[in-house]
């Protein structure tokens, strides 16, 4: 069993910053891609940045400049470094991993069960 578990998220002024990390553990062979997702209320869930396992990132549009994402192989710890952060960024933040485990060496796709970020004063 794989389990991706995040923390980090919480209340913060508009313009602050926060971090959120994301864990993997369990029987873990190797992890491709990992990545954070949001997902606001009454909206669709969206990329938010992902990380290959070369150290490779991408992001969306509206965090360019204001987000890094950050991966530690050794740890199987994926980070999103978040700054100026806007009251539209408020959303529940999702882990993304693409893992093999050991018990079949396959490439799935496993979630974080979500952490809330909520931006305002």
């Known amino acids: 069993q794989v389990q991706l578990v995040e923390s980090g998220g919480g209340l913060v002024q508009p313009g602050g910053s926060l971090r959120l990390s994301c864990a993997a553990s369990g029987s873990i062979f190797s992890i491709t891609s990992m990545g954070w997702y949001r997902q606001a209320p009454g909206k669709q869930r969206e990329l938010v940045a992902s990380v290959d396992s070369g150290g490779g990132t991408a992001y969306a549009d509206f965090v360019k400049g204001r987000f890094t994402i950050s991966r530690d192989n050794a740890k199987n710890t994926v980070y999103l470094r978040m700054n100026s952060l806007k009251p539209e960024d408020t959303a529940v933040y999702y882990c993304?991993?693409?893992?093999?485990?050991?018990?079949?060496?396959?490439?799935?796709?496993?979630w974080g069960q979500g952490t809330q970020v909520t931006v305002s004063s």
């Open positions: 993304n991993a693409f893992v093999a485990p050991y018990s079949d060496f396959r490439v799935y796709d496993y």
